[in-house]
């Protein structure tokens, strides 16, 4: 329990509120998955399955509905909206996000989006589902094992190409004011994913994943590239801080019972370290070992006149 009273401790530095109370800035647990042909009426189908497993859950959390815009959420709008998804064809975008925020202007507790892919670009693209839970949800072994039991059945239902899950800063749906935070924030701990613009990096995690944190998911490509299930599980023997679960189609690795924010003057997470040096020949060369901050940069080179509107 040391590492979790450490970041117990440490994540209210991570969290920014306007002067009016609404939370802007969160600490928040994450898992973003990357899958293939998100296109298809299968996969839709799939994926709309995880959202009513989702709403079902935590629907007692849920307000809001982000489909075009912002609405109050019902079973009725939900359903609306998971028909016109399914109904759309491979080359029509859609987008869908259910969410706790009380607004686009407010940042999220628990969370579920997609966005996919088109049938235009086959195979040169991803499409992704991630959801959000509060970070403080792992501090029981019941909230551990859920977390994970999501991660495992999100993999599943989409037949996940690769993806991650651990630590990240949840901004609202309008979050372009918020990206100078979540940049500096990044800078101070390497263990924060970088996850407010999933969707960038779409077309670019083709043949290789992000990189690494906490949860690390790599598809069967993947881990046939690295040698195969044997031989990575070979290569992590003897650590006690590292374990390898599998999914239908893949192996999930997980640094450390805890994730870590990783604060810059202690440097990366040593399970991290170990993780990423197994890994690196399939990380993007564009992104760091625990969190890209790569597209983060480009944006905000287009946006130098952003300002921060909380003070770090």
């Not at 800078?187 to 994913?193: A, F, N, P, R, V």
């Not at 290789?208 to 040698?227: D, E, H, P």
């Not at 374990?243 to 239908?248: H, L, N, S, V, W």
């Amino acid at each position: 329990m040391i590492e979790f009273e450490k970041l117990a401790a440490m994540a209210p530095n991570l969290c920014f509120e306007l002067p009016d109370g609404t939370p802007v800035v969160k600490l928040g647990l994450i898992a973003t998955i990357y899958f293939k042909e998100g296109y298809t009426t299968e996969k839709k189908l799939k994926v709309m399955e995880c959202f009513r497993a989702f709403y079902e859950e935590f629907g007692e959390h849920l307000k809001g509905q982000l489909q075009d815009k912002y609405k109050r959420l019902t079973p009725e709008t939900f359903e609306k909206a998971a028909a016109k998804i399914v109904a759309l064809g491979g080359n029509d975008r859609y987008e869908l996000q259910l969410t706790s925020a009380a607004s686009t202007k407010e940042a999220e507790a628990y969370g579920i989006s997609t966005f996919n892919s088109f049938e235009l670009h086959k195979d040169s693209a991803r499409s992704y589902i991630k959801i959000v839970l509060p970070w403080n949800s792992l501090q029981t072994e019941a909230g551990r094992i859920r977390y994970n039991a999501w991660i495992s059945y999100l993999c599943n239902q989409v037949n996940a190409d690769h993806g991650y899950g651990g630590l990240s800063t949840i901004l609202p749906f309008d979050f372009d004011s918020y990206l100078p935070i979540e940049f500096e924030l990044a800078q101070k701990y390497l263990g924060l994913e970088v996850d407010s613009m999933v969707h960038s990096l779409a077309l670019e995690l083709i043949d290789y994943i992000k990189g690494v944190n906490w949860q690390t998911i790599i598809g069967a490509s993947f881990v046939r590239s690295l040698g195969g299930e044997d031989v990575m599980r070979k290569a992590f023997s003897g650590r006690g801080d590292i374990g390898i679960r599998g999914y239908d189609d893949g192996l999930i690795i997980q640094a450390g019972q805890y994730p870590q924010l990783g604060e810059l003057h202690e440097g990366t997470p040593a399970a991290y370290v170990a993780v990423n040096r197994i890994i690196k020949s399939i990380r993007h060369s564009g992104t760091r070992p625990t969190s890209s901050i790569l597209t983060i940069r480009r944006l905000l080179r287009r946006r130098q006149h952003c300002s921060m509107v909380c003070p770090l």
